[in-house]
């Protein structure tokens, strides 16, 4: 079970404080300005990332340059911290920096504190940005919770502080979880934010505004401008401080359904020959900057899949479905060995899942799989996810999945559950062979929720390739229904400590609960 600790709210008392510092001119600059009086200033909170049973990663942006440090504690009074010196905080990565703790007992709460120490002179540091998290558990019997979500300021519905900005986090933090998994689509650089938006009733929905939302993301500086937008939230802030992450990405971190090789045609509203690689490369570096991710840190080849371990109970595959896939087609091919994971991904993930002694392993999709996702071109039907409509055997993607469900079966892989986010809306499948086409496979669960605060839109059709049953769904009848009228999702993995059991909750923004799911551990097939 996840751990209390009564002094929560002072702890972030310092993190909070920050929040409310928060200017109008220092938030919508698109870089802090140099040669600044007084302290430096975190004004963008803190993030915890990727954090195991005895590390974790720590993240801060700064006004100017400076020095980042940590501090951590056992207790939020930070009686004997510990001290970490970071990086030297630059215009190279916008001013921003990730700290790797180390050493840290497991299954404890570590407080910690981000100072910025002035390039200049050291002496002038700024005031203490705080916020906690939990390590891993190396014992079983104390269980792990964590919830999941993705699609954040999409459809040009941002920040809009009438109805408490982006509500959902505050929800999210009353329940106090592990970590948080973001399914992706952190951002929608391919999206503008305006002042105003109508509402079917006739009011206008009110939106924060920054110049970098006011046209598409083409630049570095236009990618971390919308990364910067979200921080503006003072909700999401709260919950950075609070509870670590765990992010993968999808399209809209570049641009709505894009694909490795895909040359923007037209000059409305990117410049015509625009290479999307190009813009996934700036968007990527971006990306690395705003949050504390371990793989982008440590690789050169800034890679974005990788498993999360956490504990004996979870291991999560945090998949990247964008980065290596083919392209977006009728995808009816019979035979398709790049797919939507890529060669190298898939056999990864083979290997990574059989080395897995986890009780439950989570597959963290950013992409449905039985779901069919269109993506029509100038007349052409072609599909942006794994499904394409076809009932019939595996074709196109379909293939490389088969493959992976095959491979746990006949390696007797027990425990998968997958998770993603995408279509935004919220719902249940269970994938069965014998409603199947293809049956060479174990039956699974498949959970869908989102968006945070984003359109909704209509339930997704099912394809019968891998025999899904919709259990359950939510989902408006209308297209892009604003976050003022609800059809805001997030779900919970609650994995008991004793008997082993993974529960799901599929809830609304209010956390409200709209369906349950238990499922036993050390199965092949559920």
Not at 187 to 206: K, W
Not at 224 to 252: C, K, M, S, T
Not at 498 to 504: D, F
Request: aromatic share 10%; hydrophobic share 40%.
């Amino acid at each position: 079970m996840s751990l209390s600790f009564p002094g929560r709210r002072s702890v972030l008392r310092g993190s909070l404080a920050a929040s409310a510092a928060l200017t109008l001119p220092t938030a919508f600059s698109a870089a802090p300005a140099f040669a600044l009086s007084g302290r430096p200033r975190a004004d963008w909170g803190v993030q915890a990332g990727d954090v195991t049973a005895d590390s974790g990663l720590v993240w801060v942006r700064s006004d100017r340059p400076a020095r980042m440090i940590v501090e951590t504690s056992a207790t939020e009074s930070f009686r004997n911290p510990r001290r970490w010196r970071g990086p030297l905080l630059g215009a190279d990565s916008d001013f921003t920096g990730t700290t790797r703790l180390h050493g840290l007992p497991s299954g404890e709460q570590i407080h910690y504190r981000v100072l910025l120490a002035d390039a200049d002179d050291p002496r002038r540091t700024a005031e203490p940005v705080t916020g906690t998290f939990r390590t891993a558990s190396t014992r079983r019997r104390q269980g792990v919770k964590f919830l999941w979500s993705g699609d954040l300021a999409g459809q040009g519905w941002g920040i809009n502080e009438s109805i408490g900005g982006y509500r959902i986090f505050d929800a999210m933090a009353k329940l106090d979880p592990d970590f948080f998994l973001c399914s992706g689509d952190n951002i929608y650089a391919d999206g503008v934010i305006s002042a105003t938006q109508a509402l079917p009733d006739g009011s206008l929905y009110r939106n924060v505004t920054s110049e970098a939302k006011s046209h598409v993301a083409v630049t570095l500086d236009d990618f971390r401008g919308n990364f910067r937008y979200n921080l503006l939230d003072e909700a999401l802030r709260r919950f950075n401080a609070q509870v670590p992450n765990v992010i993968q990405w999808d399209d809209h971190e570049v641009r709505n359904n894009w694909y490795p090789g895909e040359v923007i045609g037209t000059g409305t509203p990117y410049p015509a020959g625009t290479r999307l690689d190009d813009m996934a490369v700036r968007s990527r570096q971006a990306f690395s900057e705003y949050f504390p991710i371990s793989t982008i840190s440590g690789r050169p080849d800034g890679r974005i899949y990788r498993v999360h371990h956490h504990g004996p109970l979870l291991d999560v595959f945090v998949l990247d479905m964008r980065t290596y896939r083919n392209a977006n087609s009728p995808d009816n091919q019979t035979t398709d060995p790049q797919g939507i994971l890529g060669a190298e991904q898939l056999e990864w993930l083979k290997r990574e899942l059989s080395r897995s002694r986890a009780v439950w392993k989570v597959i963290a999709a950013d992409m449905p799989l039985g779901l069919v996702v269109p993506d029509p071109v100038e007349g052409l039907a072609n599909f942006e996810a794994v499904a394409q409509g076809d009932p019939g055997a595996p074709l196109g993607r379909e293939l490389q999945i088969a493959e992976l469900l095959r491979y746990i079966k006949h390696r007797r892989i027990t425990g998968t559950v997958w998770l993603t986010a995408d279509v935004h809306h919220t719902s249940a499948q269970h994938y069965d062979p014998s409603r199947a086409a293809f049956k060479d496979f174990a039956p699974f669960w498949e959970f869908v929720s989102g968006p945070l605060n984003a359109g909704a839109f209509p339930a997704s059709a099912l394809d019968g390739t891998f025999g899904p049953d919709r259990v359950f769904v939510k989902a408006p009848t209308a297209s892009n229904v604003s976050p003022a009228e609800g059809y805001q999702f997030f779900g919970e993995v609650d994995i008991d400590g004793h008997s082993g059991e993974l529960t799901v909750r599929l809830r609304e923004y209010d956390g409200t609960v709209l369906f349950t799911q238990t499922l036993q551990p050390g199965r092949v097939g559920q």
